[in-house]
């Protein structure tokens, strides 16, 4: 099993320009999260997917983040624009009905 | 919401010795808290979790214990080796889905 495959690994990229994180979680999962993880801090959850339905967004700054998760496998994070705070470790987990819990690898961004 | 603090932030060790990390919570309806490993540059694995039916919990090496009226548990790792040595996040969760973390504590394990 593949287990919780996340793109790009890292990513730079200039303050103001967009970028888009792609997660596929591990087959038959229908709970898809996606997390912050700052510098020397514990993550921090930024949406919750039950299959293609958001469910828990209530901490995404949807003023410049959005999230998709079409046909209810598979995720896409954007951040437009992005700023210098948005650096970070991006994680995506995947589960089934809440058990099971498993993190990708994450994507590092750094914006300068 | 829940808040989950961790100490201590750092811990080092000798080789074989035990070490101990605790987390207190804030949400008293939380009723599960795993417990994270997490080393440089790597994902965050699940070593070992309990629910709040559960006082203690034991897999080889590792135990954590949970006191619900104190709302606080604890990672216990006992005859540590230096492939221990990683960051370590304990969390909680009212419903397994959102997931709550401490800040971590790094564990240096010394040969």
């Known amino acids: 099993e593949a287990g919780v495959v996340q793109s790009p690994r890292y990513k730079i990229i200039e303050k103001k320009q967009p970028v888009a994180f792609w997660c596929n979680p591990i087959?038959?999962?229908?709970?898809l999260y996606w997390y912050r993880q700052n510098l020397g801090q514990g993550p921090e959850l930024l949406i919750r997917?039950?299959?293609?339905?958001?469910?828990?967004d209530s901490q995404l700054p949807k003023d410049r983040f959005s999230a998709e998760r079409l046909k209810g496998v598979d995720s896409t994070l954007k951040i437009q624009p992005a700023e210098l705070g948005d650096s970070a470790v991006y994680l995506c987990a995947s589960s089934f009905g809440g058990r099971g819990y498993t993190f990708g690898s994450g994507t590092r961004l750094t914006v300068v | 919401g829940e808040n989950v603090e961790q100490h201590p932030s750092t811990l080092s060790v000798q080789e074989g010795d035990s070490a101990v990390i605790k987390c207190t919570y804030s949400?008293?309806?939380?009723?599960?808290f795993p417990w994270y490993k997490q080393e440089l540059g790597k994902r965050p694995q699940l070593i070992i979790d309990i629910r709040s039916n559960v006082g203690e919990k034991k897999d080889q090496r590792i135990a954590v214990t949970l006191n619900k009226t104190a709302k606080h548990f604890s990672l216990h790792i006992t005859e540590t080796q230096p492939e221990d040595s990683a960051v370590y996040f304990c969390a909680a969760s009212r419903n397994d889905y959102k997931l709550s973390f401490g800040a971590g504590t790094t564990v240096t394990v010394r040969a």
């Open positions: 087959s038959g999962h229908n709970t």
């Open positions: 949400d008293s309806a939380s009723n599960y």
């Open positions: 997917y039950e299959n293609e339905e958001a469910v828990d």
